[in-house]
C-alpha cells in the first residue's frame, strides 16, 4: 500500500526545536511536491511548507518564515521540517503530503493527492 510515514514529533518547551522526518513507503516514483500541514484542534489544516522535488523551490506560510526550514532527501523520497524557535501556536499534528502539480494556493490541502498519518508536536510555554 503506498503511504507516507511521518516520525520525528514529540515534546518540546518554547523556544526549542524539532525536526520532522517523512519518507515514503518505497515509491518507484517521485511525487514533484512534498509538503508539512499541521491541524491543531478546532481548526483547519494549514499549510506549513511544501517543496518542489525536482527544482527544489520552496514555499512557506508567513507565521514559519525564518522559524522552520524544509528540506528533501533521498532523490526526492524524503521530506524533513526542520522547526526551530518553537512556540505554543506551533502545537499541533502535522501531516507529511504529497502532490503532482503545484495547487494554487500551495498551501491548499485538497491539491495534495496522498497524506500521511500525522505526528503530535506539543510546545509548552
Known amino acids: 500500500q503506498v503511504q507516507l510515514v511521518e516520525s520525528g514529533g514529540g515534546s518540546v518547551q518554547a523556544g526549542g526545536s524539532l525536526r520532522l522526518s517523512c519518507a515514503d513507503s518505497g515509491l518507484p516514483w517521485v511525487y514533484n511536491l512534498l509538503g508539512w500541514f499541521r491541524q491543531a484542534p478546532g481548526k483547519e489544516r494549514e499549510g506549513v511548507a511544501t517543496?518542489?522535488?525536482?527544482?527544489?523551490?520552496?514555499y512557506y506560510a508567513d507565521s514559519v518564515k525564518g522559524r522552520f526550514t524544509i528540506s528533501q532527501g533521498n532523490a526526492g523520497h524524503s521530506v524533513y521540517l526542520q522547526m526551530n524557535s518553537l512556540t505554543p501556536e506551533d502545537t499541533a499534528i502535522y501531516y507529511c503530503?504529497?502532490?503532482?502539480?503545484?495547487?494554487?494556493?500551495?498551501?491548499?490541502?485538497?491539491?495534495?493527492?496522498?497524506w500521511g498519518q500525522g505526528t503530535q508536536v506539543s510546545v509548552s510555554s
Open positions: 517543496i518542489a522535488t525536482g527544482i527544489g523551490t520552496t
Open positions: 503530503a504529497a502532490a503532482w502539480v503545484l495547487p494554487r494556493p500551495w498551501s491548499d490541502p485538497n491539491g495534495y493527492d496522498l
